[in-house]
């Protein structure tokens, strides 16, 4: 065989082989074309799942193609999407050839808080325009590949995590320990309402019940600080936390201690009451008739402001001045009555130095009026003394 007839058989076999391959793209997409679509679009991407720490970044890279019928090009839209969040992150139009891929990176980076999953679409929707060339439907084909991203905690900020939750915790027990002790205060105060009213008192537990409202919604509030998992600001906000707690357990420990007063307060409201009452009925009213009666009267007036729940620091000082007017009178009741007793003593003295010759030296009446002081005890112990002479001389005179 010539060298000529080589070369003929060797070109005719090159053209058989283009014509058979332009032939096999030509029925492929004519396939295509009965299927609707006269653009086959290829999309590919270099990883579809990432494993993420907080904050990292991670790139992603996709690549599209296409194949279309012979002197066509694919006109292509593309657009990457964040699905949790609707933000559309790029949007393009571009034209590719066959043979002629587009490639696109994008940097993905992990939220700085929380641990959770992110997803991302990437599309690519292409079609031909027909020519005088390019024989097409001009149809639109699509293409979408979806990433997933997992993103999680290191070990520090896993431990951190769990710290955190210890601390919200506990701070959760605190808030019921501090509810539970408001409760009992107002449960006091409530008693405490029913026979006299406490106006400071109530003013403080009011007060302290609006600090626990406040406690107990900041802390509630936490719930979406923690669902981020922003664990430097949830540690501020515990700290915060502390300062209410520290606040609320000083208040609640000064009203205990000032519902404890209030109560020995009211007991000895009560008591100089009654104390009160017994010095009435030992005063003379000879002579002290129009005082005396003011006197009561006010009396019985602080006993009606214990019924109608008057503050009792108001009625602890009215009683307090009723006292004052009380003793007076008392007192100079008191020393009428010793006078009394002294001057029966000196009487029975001199009747006895008279009838028995059993005489005691004493001072007289007028020297009598003129001490500053008499002694009640004293007084009824002379009296006892001359008795007890009388008996004797008796006793002595029957034998």
């Known amino acids: 065989m010539s060298i000529g007839q080589k070369f003929l058989i060797l070109a005719g076999s090159i053209i058989f082989v283009a014509i058979v391959v332009a032939s096999g793209t030509k ?7 009965l299927l609707g679509n006269d653009v086959i679009v290829r999309l590919t991407v270099d990883k579809d799942h990432l494993e993420m720490l907080r904050g990292e970044d ?6 599209t193609s296409v194949s279309t019928n012979p002197f066509c090009s694919a006109t292509c839209t593309l657009k990457f999407v964040n699905i949790g969040t609707g933000e559309v992150l790029d949007e393009e139009e571009f034209i590719v050839r066959p043979g002629m891929p587009l490639e696109k990176t994008y940097t993905i980076t992990a939220p700085e808080y929380g641990e959770g999953q992110m997803l991302y679409r990437f599309g690519t929707e292409c079609y031909s325009q027909s020519t005088t060339l390019c024989h097409t439907s001009g149809k639109h084909t699509a293409r979408h590949i979806l990433i997933t991203v997992d993103y999680n905690l290191n070990e520090q900020e896993k431990q951190t995590k769990q710290e955190i939750k210890q601390q919200l915790e506990e701070r959760a027990q605190k808030l019921e320990g501090l509810n539970q002790k408001e409760q009992d205060i107002q449960l006091t105060l409530a008693k405490i309402n029913q026979k006299i009213y406490a106006n400071q008192l109530n003013e403080d537990l009011e007060s302290l019940k609006t600090d626990v409202e406040k406690l107990t919604d900041d802390l509630f509030s936490l719930k979406d600080v923690w669902l981020v998992q922003n664990f430097k600001l949830l540690q501020e906000k515990i700290n915060m936390l502390d300062q209410q707690i520290t606040t609320i357990e ?50 019985n007036s602080i006993i009606k402001m214990l019924k109608t729940r008057t503050d009792i620091d108001v009625i602890e000082t009215r009683l307090n001045e009723i006292k004052t007017k009380v003793e ?11 006078l009394q007793k002294e001057i029966e003593y000196l009487t029975e003295t001199e009747l006895l130095c008279a009838i028995r010759g059993v005489c005691i ?15 009640y005890a004293e007084s009824c112990g002379k009296i006892a003394t001359i008795n007890e002479l009388y008996r004797q001389i008796k006793i002595q005179a029957e034998e």
């Open 250 to 299: 000083i208040k609640e420990d000064v009203l205990n201690h000032s519902i404890g007063e209030y109560i020995v307060k009211y007991n000895n409201v009560i008591d100089q009451l009654n104390e009160i009452r017994l010095m009435f009925e030992n005063i003379d009213p000879s002579g002290n008739e129009q005082i005396l009666n003011q006197t009561i009267y006010e009396f």
């Open 27 to 33: 029925l492929y997409l004519f396939a295509n074309t």
């Open 361 to 375: 030296e004493n001072i007289s009446i007028a020297m009598l009026a003129e001490q500053p002081s008499l002694d």
């Open 58 to 63: 991670e790139k992603v890279r996709f690549k």
């Open 328 to 338: 007076s009178l008392s007192s100079t009741t008191s020393r009428k009555i010793i």
